[in-house]
Structures are given as C-alpha cells and as structure tokens.
C-alpha cells in the first residue's frame, strides 16, 4: 500500500519510480453524479447516510470500483462532526448545510457543546465506516477528510451556505475574541474527526477550506492559519500525508502550506507551475482541471490533462485533481475515460 502510485507522489517521491504518470482521484468524485449512489442513498437523509458504517463504506467505494481512480475519498461532510457534537445542522437538498441556530454572538459560542468523552464516542460510527471502507478497498488508498475552521464556521455563522460570507468577515474584525474562541472550538472538532479516520486507516488527509478565497493575506495569517494549524496538528503525529486545498485561495499557497500542509491543493484559477514556484522547492501539489471541461469535447478535455500534466511535471509529486469538485450534472462516463487517459499517458 505505501507503494500506491498516490501515496508516493504525495510523499514527492515522483522521481525515485521511473513512471512519470500522475495518480488521479476527484474531489466530490462520490454523490449525484453516480445512479449507484442515488440508489443506495434512496430516501435516506445525508447526513443520516454518513453516520450509516455500511453505507458510507459502500458509497465511498463506488467510484473507485467505477473510475478506476487511485484513492478513495471517505463519505462524509465537513459539518458531519457538529452534528456528531449534538448541534443542529442538516444538509437540505440543493442548498447545503443548514444550522438551526446560527452562531454570532460570545453567549452563542460559550453554549457550544464541550467536546468530551461524549464526542470520542460519537466518532464511533466514523471508525466503523473507515474501517469497513479501507478493508473494501485493499491495496487503494483511502484519503480522510475535514473542514477548516474558517469554512466550517462561516457555515456556523452565516447559518448556511453564502456567497461573500459578510457576516463571518464582519465578526472576525468586530469581535475578534467571539472569533478566535469559534475556530478554536472548530478546529478541535474537525481534528479530533480528522485523527479518528487517520487512526481508523485512511492513508493520507485533505483539509478543506473552500471559501477561503474570500480572506486577504493578512487577516487569514492573524485569524485562520493557527486554527487550520492545529487541524492538521492534529495529524502531524502519524506517517500520512497532509493535503490543504482552498478554492480561488492562489494568494494563500504559502501561509496554508505553512499551516502544516505537506501538499498543497491548487485550483483551476492558477497554473500548477505558477504555483510550484510560489511553494517551498519540492512541495508537491493536486489539480487542477477545470470542472468546466466535463462539459466539453473529448478533444479539449484530453487537451486540458495534457496541459495539466506539463504544469505539474516539474513538482516533485502531482496527484491530478479537478480545481473543485465534480457537478452533479457530471456524464460519469466522462470521469471514467478521462482516468483512463490519464493513466495511458505514461
Ligand atoms: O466524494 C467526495 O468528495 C466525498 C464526500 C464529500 C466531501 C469531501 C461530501 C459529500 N462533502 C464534502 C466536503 C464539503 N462539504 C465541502 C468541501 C469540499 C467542496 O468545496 O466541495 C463543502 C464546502 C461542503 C458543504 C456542502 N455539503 C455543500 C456546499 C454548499 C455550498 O455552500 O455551496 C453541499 C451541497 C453539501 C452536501 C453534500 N456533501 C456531500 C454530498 C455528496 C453532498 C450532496 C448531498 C446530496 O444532496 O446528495
């Protein structure tokens, strides 16, 4: 297993094999665009899915057994650890996370569920899944996963999904202690979810931090990165590599690397090689196929890869990704070729 072509790109070993080809897996590469996922979803609510070990296992699996791709991606969300702590929060359908009783105020944050034996205990059901997954998958790796601070409490915050994240912005400056105590709480509860996979067998992790594109430079060094840096503390520990992936985030490559990261997650918005020389000399890095061009031809889809590939060859390990996560929309077929492509280009 620690031989997986996804492993040793993430470790930047690359250049001790003589295959040049780089290992591919797609974020959100489980879910809608599958009928095999919709099927065993059926009516099952997602979240309630994610804490189902069985089913869990079984949708995380799919799109490895389909695509072919060199990890799998455990089946969860990024707010299925604040549900385990007993807050309140669904994903509705066609929106997203949704929390009953957004957190804005000292009072809100200091009602937070202490995160004790009870919370170790509520993991359970996340050991259960990634040890079901990881014995299902064999010799494919299994990348575990958790929110950062900043997306996870900008949900928190704003109460659901947003699209400039205002109030969370407007908090970090107005109350910037209220701030610091919420992402501390939230780092602590995606870290412990984060150990629990890793010590349950996922081989590498990926902290999310989607929407942290909307931060400048400095406020995300003063009021995330110690937050983003203990989640992958968390980890630090135990021999898996760290990936840290943000979307439209080109202008913080180096504080999230510098965060804990061990590899760093690129989007479409940026030329991979553009980014390797921005990155500490031999950090490796994952992307960053343009989502866009599932929609197009086969000719500009194999074109984008090649293109892909030629920015990344110079990095000491490139596991191709999408620059975000696959539509729902998504032609499955069109995955399963585009890995078979990137597998023939040896
Ligand atoms: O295949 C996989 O990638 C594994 C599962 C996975 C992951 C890694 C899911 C399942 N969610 C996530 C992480 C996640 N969740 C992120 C970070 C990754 C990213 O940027 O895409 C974010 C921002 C969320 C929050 C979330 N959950 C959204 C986005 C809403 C918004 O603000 O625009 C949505 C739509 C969900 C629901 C969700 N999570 C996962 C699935 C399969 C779904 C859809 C559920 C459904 O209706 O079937």
Not at 37 to 55: I, K, N, S
Request: negative net charge; hydrophobic residues 45%.
């Amino acid at each position: 297993m620690s031989d997986a072509p996804l492993l040793r790109h993430l470790r930047g070993e690359r250049g001790e094999s003589e295959d040049t080809s780089a290992p591919v897996w797609f974020m959100r590469q489980a879910g809608r665009s599958l009928p095999e996922y919709r099927e065993a979803r059926g009516t099952t609510a997602m979240l309630d899915a994610c804490v189902t070990p069985a089913l869990a296992a079984e949708i995380t699996v799919q799109p490895v057994r389909r695509h072919h791709v060199d990890a799998g991606i455990f089946f969860s969300d990024i707010v299925v650890p604040a549900r385990l702590a007993g807050l309140g929060v669904e994903i509705r359908p066609g929106v997203g996370p949704v929390f009953d009783h957004p957190i804005r105020t000292a009072a809100d944050v200091d009602a937070l569920p202490k995160l004790g034996d009870d919370y170790e205990a509520a993991l359970d059901p996340i050991r259960e899944a990634v040890g079901l997954t990881v014995a299902e998958l064999g010799t494919t790796p299994l990348i575990g996963f958790a929110g950062a601070p900043f997306t996870v409490a900008s949900y928190m915050v704003e109460g659901g999904p947003s699209r400039d994240h205002l109030r969370t912005r407007a908090l970090m400056r107005t109350e910037p202690e209220t701030w610091h105590r919420l992402a501390s709480w939230v780092a602590e509860l995606s870290g412990r979810f984060l150990r629990a996979q890793v010590l349950a067998g996922a081989s590498a992790v990926q902290l999310f931090d989607s929407w942290v594109g909307a931060l400048g430079a400095d406020l995300y060094r003063e009021a995330v990165l110690p937050h983003s840096a203990e989640v992958l503390g968390a980890v630090a520990d135990l021999p898996v590599p760290r990936i840290h992936f943000g979307v439209g985030a080109a202008h913080l490559l180096r504080p999230m690397h510098e965060a804990g990261a061990t590899v760093v997650g690129v989007d479409h918005r940026m030329r991979l090689d553009e980014a390797l020389e921005i990155l500490p000399e031999g950090t490796p890095v994952q992307g960053n196929i343009d989502p866009a061009v599932l929609f197009t031809s086969e000719e500009v889809r194999f074109a984008e890869a090649r293109a892909v590939l030629a920015a990344g060859a110079g990095a000491s390990g490139h596991v191709v990704n999408l620059g975000h996560g696959v539509p729902p929309e998504t032609d499955p077929q069109v995955l399963t070729d585009l890995v078979a492509f990137l597998h023939a280009q040896r």
